[in-house]
Each structure stands twice: as structure tokens, then as C-alpha cells.
């Protein structure tokens, strides 16, 4: 494996780069026997928290990067009654310069996980290294499906209870301004009750 490792890099190398210095960067790793050995090739960098990115000229893709100590998370809100889905990304260090990124890789013990994005359909020499991406579930189209319709399950059902927090709200509102304590209380306990189920925040 770590001959086909050092191919993959080596034909990468070799062509033209969207960021020229990532040709000095990818025979540094070349140089590395042990660095290599640590490196798995993926397709997408979601949710992995070491990676680097390097793309051929004509790639859609960001020319290099690395980024060490980063962590992914969804966030599910809702903005103007719509419901809105934000990937937050944070990371300890991001470097778009191959030159620079050598520096930090000098020191890194993890294990790197690296996208090599070509312009084009990549080739048998790069598919023959490429790993499933650890941090993602590894589903086929029925379980995909599956976790789809799953998901779209749990989001009616959070949008039901959204809807029914804020007339339970307007109830219990209702009953105090009528003064009407047993209607309070009923309305009361159903609305602690939906706000222990749902996971949206009211002011």
C-alpha cells in the first residue's frame, strides 16, 4: 500500500498544479517515508480533523490547503418560519501556502487525510488509493434513503411541536389575561411537556 501511496503522489506531482509550490510540498512527502505511511486519501474532508487539500490546474476545487485540529458540526434553525441547515467548521490551523504547511507537517504525528482534486475524472492510480471517508457513515442507496426519510421524519415532527409550543403559548397567555388558573394550568403542562420534546429555543 504505501508503494501505491507514493505512485498516487508521485503522478500527482507530476502535473500541472493549481498552487506551483504544491509540486515542492508533494516531494517533501516523498522524502517521508513515515509521514506517507500515516496519510489515507479520500474523496471529501467532512468531519476528519487533520487534512490537506491539493488540486490540479483547472480544478473547481481550492488550489492547497491544510487545516490541522479541525472540528464539523450541523446546526438546524429556524429562520423566517423556514427551516435553515449551517455545517459550522472550526479549526486550530489553516494554511493555503505549500511552503508553509511543510513547517507544520515537520512536527505532525496524526494520521493526514489527503484529497487530491483533479480537473478532470481521476485516474486508475489515484482510485486504486482512495479510502472511505471514516467519519461518514458508509451506506448503500437503500440506507441512504432510509436515513433520508428518517431525517425528514424527525423535522416534521420538531416542526409540528414548534407549532404547537407557540399556541400553547398563546393559550396560556390567553388563560392569565382571562384569569382563568385551572385553563392555565392544563396549558402549562402541555407546554412543558412539548418543550421537553422539541428542540427548538423560544424566547
Known amino acids: 500500500m504505501l508503494?501505491?501511496?507514493?505512485?498516487?503522489?508521485?503522478?500527482?506531482?507530476?502535473?500541472?498544479?493549481?498552487?506551483?509550490?504544491?509540486?515542492?510540498?508533494?516531494?517533501f512527502l516523498l522524502d517521508e517515508p513515515d509521514l506517507l505511511s500515516r496519510i489515507s486519501f479520500v474523496r471529501n474532508r467532512d468531519y476528519l480533523p487533520d487534512t490537506m487539500l491539493?488540486?490540479?490546474?483547472?480544478?473547481?476545487?481550492?488550489?492547497?490547503e491544510l487545516e490541522l485540529g479541525a472540528?464539523?458540526?450541523?446546526?438546524?434553525?429556524?429562520?423566517?418560519?423556514?427551516?435553515v441547515r449551517r455545517i459550522c467548521r472550526e479549526r486550530t490551523l489553516c494554511v493555503n501556502e505549500p511552503m508553509a504547511a511543510i513547517k507544520h507537517l515537520q512536527n505532525f504525528r496524526?494520521?493526514?487525510?489527503?484529497?487530491?482534486?483533479?480537473?478532470?475524472?481521476?485516474?486508475?492510480?489515484?482510485?486504486?488509493?482512495?479510502?472511505?471517508?471514516?467519519?461518514?457513515?458508509a451506506v448503500n442507496d437503500s440506507g441512504r434513503f432510509y436515513i433520508d426519510r428518517l431525517?425528514?421524519?424527525?423535522?416534521?415532527?420538531?416542526?409540528?411541536?414548534?407549532?404547537?409550543?407557540?399556541?400553547?403559548?398563546?393559550?396560556?397567555?390567553?388563560?392569565?389575561a382571562r384569569r382563568d388558573e385551572a385553563a392555565f394550568r392544563h396549558h402549562a403542562a402541555v407546554y412543558r411537556n412539548v418543550m421537553a420534546r422539541c428542540m427548538w429555543e423560544f424566547e
Open 151 to 176: 431525517c425528514a421524519e424527525v423535522i416534521r415532527e420538531q416542526i409540528d411541536l414548534a407549532i404547537l409550543a407557540v399556541f400553547t403559548r398563546q393559550a396560556i397567555d390567553e388563560a392569565l
Open 110 to 137: 496524526g494520521r493526514l487525510y489527503v484529497v487530491l482534486a483533479f480537473c478532470g475524472t481521476s485516474p486508475k492510480w489515484y482510485e486504486e488509493v482512495v479510502e472511505p471517508n471514516p467519519a461518514l457513515p
Open 3 to 27: 508503494e501505491a501511496k507514493r505512485r498516487a503522489v508521485a503522478n500527482f506531482r507530476n502535473l500541472s498544479l493549481k498552487h506551483p509550490m504544491s509540486k515542492y510540498l508533494l516531494q
Open 71 to 83: 472540528t464539523q458540526r450541523e446546526e438546524v434553525s429556524v429562520v423566517n418560519g423556514q427551516l
Open 54 to 64: 491539493v488540486a490540479e490546474l483547472g480544478s473547481p476545487r481550492l488550489g492547497f
